[in-house]
């Protein structure tokens, strides 16, 4: 009888055009919107070095030793400055247009024209002044210490690397957009709280006649919730996998290697999901539309705060109320992902994951109180 | 008259939809313009970086070092652990963090000059890579001083002075884009929330004028069907100029001293004609659906769908060309057209020709909506 509820409640859930439309396919077109609205930034990573377009402008003689360094560094796989050498009309032009982030001046005394205050145009100006301040050492050194002029300027033409790197992270995929992409699988964990809600609906007897009509069923009623309940996990689930495999096989974004774990963690949004929207059908005197909004209102809120609008939420909610983090449940799932993608051990996911099963228990809870709360009510009116 | 009333009974009705709208918008425009002062940069300030230090060297070189670093960028100083470094450096609270192990300056003293540092940054990050490029930079100022033959503190001391000479900077004059970045977003955001707001309010109105039991009771009464859709019309238009003009007072809230400019006024007459496409296409919605929930799903997919491939959420400069070249079949690719016309300089012959073509556009795709809707409805007739 168990299998026969499941396969009659599944069928039931997949005519469902309103499951079907929120559930399966809205998150396909909002993974596919974030895909192609962030083009390149969420291939190639927004904040890549890229080689920064220069004017050159060469003035009266021209500064040889300049002009050598300039091309030393405009060549190779990834150059440091992309440089265009032009006369100043044009480079003004250039640089009006932003298609230069800064013109160059060559001679007598090198010196910079920018139009904004910008990373590339830092850059730009460090390594000029660079130049500069290299030329000061050598001043210094010949007038006061002559005899170590000559160390002195191999040190300055060494490339020493006194800056060694140290990689923290397990994946180099660092792009904090595709704090986006976890998100919205988070989100759609959440959305499972509709099917929770409408099994809430066709299960008890007070809020929909086809729950009328089935609670006179001579069938166990623990057996008919269990049905019911893993039919809504199993829709929600389901819907879940074709969103992580549409993001990584199709899209090609990438979510680590660690499928397993990922998918472990999808499950236990779903859980939570559901009791979430088990929950908010419990709730005692309202509309189901009522409850319907607060539940869509409730969602929603959880997925803004867990990133899904701006993606660094997560992080404001850090530094001023990281409590809220710890109990929100999109923060919790958006956060699993990424620990997954980025971090070495495990110990923050299986942190994750457990407060998302307790979560999930102490919702179910709250649910099964508020019920037998009104059955009681409701049978002592009876009487 | 009694058709205008009932029309705007319906829109109190569904009011807290389109609150929740226009609330998720000031959000936004009050987190996004929070920290812009809307003033043009007069002269070049180097951008700035979050640097973590950790020094566990505390000699008078890695105070120098730090000393450098902090003149130039926003320093927080201490020992973080591994997880809270990859955290800040994901959600870009910090950019990069650098470590001084003990014995740097013993290491310096004694000649040796690889990997005297460490440091954590996002992989290929610009950030990093400038901040490499500096604290290189000041270390072989340093090693350079020490090899000329001077003591610590008085390398120390010479090396902050050099890093002090720096390179001529000029500030050409800020292109409007960067003066307006904020008046931008404004109008940017404005594709998303006019489609959410008319679509939710209007759409919901048309829907339940056009259900079944009150169509029937309209068609009894001695109203001719002419006279509803001419009061429904007014009532769709005088409703969407309101939430037109919502936005624009919120503009004058938020940004009074870039409201009454010529700038400002062809973005509000290419706010105005987007309004018209906006109509149309709520129209052609609510001849698609009976179903709230559905007219809900619609409302978000158009929106988005509208918004991020017409780059309202992600500038047009960075898309993807294949992505770019669909786009220009949306009236919202030519509506953020014709704001980047207006705000990347002052407007020629050419390019005011240019902006009105991208008007013309967009009353077109209204045109062809309004066709589509119609088209749609005398076929729902015929059924």
Known sequence: MFFHILKYRLIQLFHSRNILI?????????????????????????????????????????????????????????????????????????????????????????YLTVNRNDLNQSILYSFLSQYIQQAEVITR????????????????????????????????????????????IAMICLYGGQIGMDTLITLHPQLSSHAARKSIAPVHKLKMIAADLTASVMVNYLSVLILI????????INLGDRLVLLLLASLAGSLIGVSIGIFFGSLPHLESNTKEGFLM?????????????????????????PVINQINPAYLLSDCFYVLNIYQDTARWCRNVISLLILTVLFSLAAYLLIRQKTQGSSQKGE | MHILKT?????????????????????????????????????????????????????????????????RHRVEKGASSREDVIDKLYWHTIDYSLRIPKGFQADLLSGRNKDLVENTKLPESATGYWADAQI????????????????????????????????????????????????????HYLVYILISLVTTGLGQVLI??????????????????????????????????????????????????????????????????FLLFVMSLT????????????????????????????????????????????????????????MDLISSSALTSHQYQEYLSCLGIQVLFAAAVLAGAMVVSKYQKIQ
Not at chain 1, 144 to 162: I, K, M, T
């Open chain 1, 22 to 110: 929120w559930i399966f396919i809205f998150p396909l077109i909002l993974g596919s919107l974030f895909y192609m609205g962030f083009g390149n930034m969420i291939i190639d990573n927004g904040n890549d070095f890229q080689s920064i377009p220069i004017a050159v402008v060469g003035q009266g003689q021209g500064n040889p030793i300049l002009d050598e360094v300039i091309q030393s560094l405009s060549q190779g796989d990834s150059p440091m400055f992309d440089v265009t050498r032009t006369k100043e009309a044009n480079a003004q032009k250039l640089l009006q247009k932003d298609k230069v982030d800064g013109i160059l001046y060559e001679a007598p005394e090198p």
């Open chain 1, 141 to 184: 050194i010949a007038e006061n210490h002559p005899e170590n002029l000559e160390a002195a300027v191999s040190q300055l033409r060494s490339d020493a690397g006194y800056n060694k790197e140290v990689s923290m992270t397990r994946s180099k995929n660092t792009n904090n957009l595709t704090q986006y992409f976890y998100a919205l």
């Open chain 1, 245 to 252: 495999f549409y993001i990584t096989q199709i899209l090609k």
């Open chain 1, 297 to 321: 209102g409730f969602t929603m809120f959880c997925c803004f705060l867990g990133g899904l609008i701006v993606q660094n939420m997560p992080s404001i909610v850090e530094e001023h109320a």
């Open chain 2, 7 to 71: 029309f705007f009974i319906t829109i109190k009705y569904h009011i807290a939809g389109i609150f929740i709208y226009l609330g998720i918008f000031i959000a936004l425009l009050v987190f996004f313009t929070q920290n812009d002062n809307g003033q043009p940069p007069k002269a070049f300030t180097a951008t700035q970086l979050d640097i973590l230090i950790q020094d566990e060297d505390h000699t008078v070189l890695s105070q120098s070092l730090y000393d450098f670093l902090e003149s």
């Open chain 2, 136 to 187: 290189e930079q000041y270390l072989t100022l340093l090693n350079s001083y020490l090899a000329g033959g001077y003591s610590p503190e008085d390398a120390a001391r010479l090396s902050l002075e050099t890093s002090e000479k720096e390179a001529r900077i000029n500030m050409a004059s800020a292109s409007a884009a960067e003066n307006n970045s904020t008046i931008v977003s404004f109008y």
């Open chain 2, 208 to 273: 339940t004028f056009r259900q079944r039991e009150l169509d029937i009771r309209f068609r009894c009464s001695p109203c001719p069907a002419s006279r509803r859709s001419l009061f429904l019309a007014l009532g769709g238009l005088l409703f969407s100029v309101a939430c037109w003009l919502l936005c624009m007072m919120l503009g004058v809230v938020l940004f009074p001293k870039s409201v009454f400019t010529i700038t400002n006024l062809l973005y509000m007459i290419n706010s105005l004609v």
């Open chain 2, 283 to 338: 129209l052609l919605i609510s001849f698609l659906t009976e179903n709230f929930n559905i007219l809900q799903a619609l409302t978000n997919i158009s929106g988005l769908t509208l918004s991020f491939l017409g780059g309202v959420f992600v500038p047009q400069e960075f898309m993807n060309e294949t992505i770019l070249r669909f786009s220009r079949l949306l009236p919202s690719y030519w509506y953020i057209k014709a």
